[in-house]
């Protein structure tokens, strides 16, 4: 049986992650490409929320990402409410949006909305040169 991503996989949220890591590092949608072997193309679609990756490139870009595969699974599909998982080396607005969307109180658009407000000043209040 193939491995259909529709139902487990919230490409919009892996969508996001991508531009925001390629904002981040100044990356363009072919360095990320040549760095993942995901087409510029495939790339593309995601960000924009209209591509469907398959299990190979949803590996290959969360791994590039340094994120757990969690992070990007359809909360629907969850019967029971899993800790969240992280590593140590995540950054610290990564770490705080997993908990922001996992807290049952929150709908989506306040966790993403407190998250962002979070990275905002995060950014704006932390060392420069340090994780």
Do not use: C
């Not at 949803?58 to 994120?67: E, S, V």
């Not at 899993?82 to 997993?98: D, L, N, Q, R």
Request: net charge neutral; hydrophobic share 35%.
């Amino acid at each position: 049986m193939a491995f259909r991503n529709d139902n487990f996989i919230n490409t919009a949220e892996l969508g996001q992650a991508i531009k925001r890591r390629r904002d981040e590092l100044g990356l363009s949608l072919r360095n990320v490409a040549d760095v993942t072997n995901v087409s510029a193309s495939t790339l593309s679609r995601i960000e924009n929320g209209t591509g469907k990756p398959d299990a190979d490139n949803i590996a290959r870009l969360t791994g590039w990402l340094d994120m757990p595969i969690d992070r990007v699974m359809n909360k629907q599909m969850e019967d029971n409410v899993e800790p969240v998982i992280y590593y140590p080396h995540e950054a610290t607005p990564e770490i705080i949006e997993a908990h922001l969307r996992a807290d049952k109180k929150l709908t989506p658009e306040t966790a993403k909305a407190l998250s962002e407000l979070f990275r905002v000043a995060y950014k704006q209040f932390s060392k420069p040169g340090s994780k």
